[in-house]
């Protein structure tokens, strides 16, 4: 049997959870479905974290409409959503006299869009600020508004509190085609999960978006998956910069970067390589030497050596350029939220927002926006444990005596925190990881990932060796050491 909504939302990432907690302002009823296992994925969840200052794009490109507005937004909801952000700003940095010259333009960009604060400094000003920065910069556009946020915390900030307000999120459900009513309207999908009914489907599917669009007719976008690949360093390296450092932009990218991230790690890339696989993020030694090189570029003493991982994303970009926001007059019901790739980030609230207003405007016959009087804004995080003051974490520690238990050593996370994140939906590894952060430390889970297992397989009621890292298959155990050794013995000596 059908399960039917007013609104099906195809995607979790920030540009899909973004839209369902502001849809969750009205008496909707929301699906959101993402093909993952644990929320964020794809883009969402390897990227820069960027929040920019809104002077790269061209005035008049849909980016450069929603990247300031989005930047304000995200500077208010860090306090009602509770999600981590450093306000650090950014530097563009250049090494010529022609870069300089571009350096101007952006700063004329940026007052056309409406950023704030925008000015260009000296490269003895930026090296009086950032020590570390080349000696070869003569000059760098400083923006004060842009800075770094934790992007784990905000995708699961906007979920959760779409969910709170009523939105229905269905992971491990993948969108196999889609369902038209006699008349040519939206009707619905097809997914592994049986079919969702809505007379309204938003396409906020990231590098699948474009398949998705063409699904329902529309092939006047395309998406080229271009691949981001990145080092991250430890947090022992915290203060060696405090802000978001960039070369000056080219056609392929904003260039490679140098970031403190919200926590404190260092961070460096993205490469821009296009391909054909939307799925594929491996690394190559091609690409991290093109990040490590470019980082030597801006800081040349960047303390690769610290490194703890290596990691890399794939974003959709767009044939045209732009964002594509739009509702199709045929089929009616159907609104592409596709190619949002940089300023993706920054720009997801502001976003939110425009595409209530587009559903209200031209969909209002198909769902009616009565608002949610008990509509929630407010989201509280995970206690932060590795943050809290010692009094603090001895009041945790008095409330639930699991939050004594140190589980992640690196990042001083909790069993208490690992517990709380069950409790909110995580069922993998990795979605704990998301939520807490354990295993995102020096040793990459190599201690506390067992620990995490067994609390999931306690609380979730399941044997240890159901537990995954990721979903699927990726079983982090195949059962007991002497039963699989017998059983292999057993499987050899009947060959």
Known sequence: M???????????GIIGSGIARELSRYKLKIAVLDKASELPSGASRANSSMIHGGFDDK?????????????????????ELDIHLDECGSYVCAFTDEEKLHLEKLLAQGNANGAPGLEIISGDKLREREPNASKEIIAALWSPEAGIINNFEAVAAFIENAQTNGAELFLETLVTGLIFETNGDVKGVNTNRGIFEAPVLINAAGVH?????????????????TKGEYFLLDRTTQGFIHSFMFSCPSKAGKGITVAQTAEGNLLSGPTATEQDDPEDNSTTPEGLAEVLKGARRLV????????????????ANTDTGDFVIKALENPRGFVNVAGIKSPGFTSAPAIAIYVADLLRENLADKIKFIPNEKFVPERRNIPRFLYSSMDERKELAKSDPAYAQIVCRCETVTEGQVIEAIRR????????????????GRCQGGFCCPRVAEILSRELGVPLDAITRHGGDSKLLVGRTKEFLLNKQEARLNA
């Open 2 to 12: 059908a399960k039917k909504y007013d609104v099906i939302i195809i995607g979790a």
């Open 59 to 79: 005035p008049g490109t849909v980016k450069a409409k929603f990247c300031v507005p989005g930047n304000k937004l995200w500077h208010k909801l860090k306090d």
């Open 209 to 225: 978006s474009g398949e998705i669009s063409q699904w329902a007719g529309d092939t006047s976008f395309k998406i080229i998956p």
């Open 300 to 315: 040349p003493n960047f303390p690769v050596n610290l490194n703890i991982t290596t990691f890399a994303g794939v974003r």
């Open 425 to 440: 939906g995580a069922r993998t590894v990795t979605a704990v990881k998301m939520l807490t952060r354990a295993g995102t």
